[in-house]
């Protein structure tokens, strides 16, 4: 997705995101449960540092500042200022005063600071227009033994079966329709490919990379160490 269509499209979603992550995400894709396993796997201790790329509404939040206690820090970037309105909210309304909210690119990672102890990012790398630059930021700005966390799809459709000819469709109408997604970011063989690359770059770039599939095998879980 271009930059402006993520400003525009997440900027009008913003006031709504939570309440569809609650009663439609969460319950159906069991968002929650993959959240807490994406913040497992960076192995987070009191006093780390921490990168959210994609922050969204700030919904890893909780989770990675619990991790990291109040002598950690944690950083979240997001592209749409809509987003990161909503996340700002989270974070004065609990009083987090170790966590700073970052307007960029995920292709750039400007403004961040770092190096990281760990850095992750949820459902949100997939729509980035330059992926392989996000996924070289992602690693650049990680310490020696850094851990990294990526839960996303890696196809906008199921192989086969009921989802594939009666939900998938329905959803992708959905999806366009509220601008969640464009229609090249639903184009299947593009998505498949572009995390075909992603990953092999990832298992070259890190050491201790482990993978997991969910959401009915259209989802992946990937983790991993910069040597």
Same mark, same amino acid.
């Given at each position: 997705?271009?930059?402006?269509?993520?400003?525009?499209?997440?900027?009008?979603?913003?006031?709504?995101?939570?309440?569809?992550?609650?009663?439609?995400?969460?319950?159906?894709?069991?968002?929650?449960?993959?959240?807490?396993?994406?913040?497992?796997?960076?192995?987070?201790?009191?006093?780390?540092?921490?990168?959210?790329?994609?922050?969204?509404?700030?919904?890893?939040?909780?989770?990675?500042?619990?991790?990291?206690?109040?002598?950690?820090?944690?950083?979240?970037?997001?592209? +749409?200022?809509?987003?990161? $309105?909503?996340? !700002? =909210? &989270?974070?004065?309304?609990?009083?987090?005063?170790? /966590?700073? @909210?970052?307007?960029?690119?995920?292709?750039?990672?400007?403004?961040?600071?770092?190096?990281?102890?760990?850095?992750?990012?949820?459902?949100?790398?997939?729509?980035?227009?330059?992926?392989?630059?996000?996924?070289?930021?992602?690693?650049?700005?990680?310490?020696?033994?850094?851990?990294?966390?990526?839960?996303?799809?890696? +196809?906008?459709?199921?192989? $086969?079966?009921? !989802? =594939? &000819?009666?939900?998938?469709?329905?959803?992708?109408? /959905?999806? @366009?329709?509220?601008?969640?997604?464009?229609?090249?970011?639903?184009?299947?063989?593009?998505?498949?490919?572009?995390?075909?690359?992603?990953?092999?770059?990832?298992?070259?770039?890190?050491?201790?990379?482990?993978?997991?599939?969910?959401?009915?095998?259209?989802?992946?879980?990937?983790?991993?160490?910069?040597?």
């Amino acid at each position: 997705m271009q930059l402006d269509d993520v400003a525009k499209n997440y900027g009008a979603l913003a006031r709504f995101y939570d309440l569809g992550d609650r009663w439609l995400t969460r319950p159906f894709a069991r968002i929650g449960r993959l959240r807490v396993a994406s913040v497992g796997r960076l192995s987070l201790r009191e006093g780390d540092s921490v990168l959210d790329i994609g922050c969204g509404t700030g919904l890893n939040l909780p989770l990675l500042v619990e991790a990291v206690g109040p002598t950690g820090r944690v950083v979240g970037l997001d592209y +749409s200022e809509g987003m990161l $309105r909503e996340a !700002r =909210r &989270r974070v004065e309304s609990n009083g987090w005063g170790n /966590v700073e @909210l970052v307007h960029g690119d995920a292709a750039l990672l400007e403004g961040v600071g770092g190096p990281f102890d760990a850095a992750m990012s949820t459902w949100a790398l997939g729509i980035v227009d330059d992926l392989p630059s996000a996924l070289e930021r992602a690693v650049d700005v990680l310490k020696p033994r850094g851990r990294l966390a990526i839960l996303d799809f890696r +196809s906008t459709q199921a192989e $086969r079966g009921l !989802r =594939r &000819r009666l939900v998938d469709p329905v959803l992708h109408k /959905v999806l @366009l329709w509220s601008g969640i997604d464009t229609a090249e970011d639903l184009d299947n063989e593009r998505f498949q490919k572009r995390w075909e690359d992603g990953k092999r770059y990832l298992r070259e770039a890190l050491v201790d990379v482990e993978e997991e599939s969910n959401v009915g095998g259209t989802g992946f879980l990937l983790w991993g160490t910069k040597p």
